[in-house]
């Protein structure tokens, strides 16, 4: 029997996304634990709203039994040019994968990325992005992501 349900998010799921977008920064190191980050949860929980309001954020969560969100995920629906490899006009950014630490290794992240793969695939994208920690990189690639080397960022 399966423990957890997959299925997409609404803006009432805002509180548990903007808690897990924020305990996966507070994992990575990039929020110390006594910085209570209120001002990146209000713009998290803004983006959040807004792109599923207007469809530039496609989002997923993974609810136990008792209905409490195990997980989350999150893909940015990203307009391109075409491209020899890519011949679609859009593309997904998964900018989020969290996973509650109890529920971590049950299934849970394996079954949102196949939820995000999916709607990739029923909205024709022509590629789907991310970044992945280490404890990740497994997952993603028995799932078919390739790990590429050529990405660069410059902070405005």
Known sequence: MTEFAIRPATAGDADAFVAHRIALYREAGDIPPDDPADS??????????????????????ATSGQGDVAGSAAMQVVPRLPSPLNRSSLEGYVAQLFILPGWRRRGVGSALMKAVIAAAR???????????????????QRLGFKIRTNDMELFI
């Open 40 to 61: 990146l949860a209000f713009a998290i929980r803004k983006a959040f709203v807004d792109g599923i309001a207007n469809g530039s954020c496609l989002a997923w969560v």
């Open 122 to 140: 029923h909205r024709y994208f022509g590629r789907i992005r991310l970044h992945s920690s280490r404890e990740g990189l497994g997952m993603y």
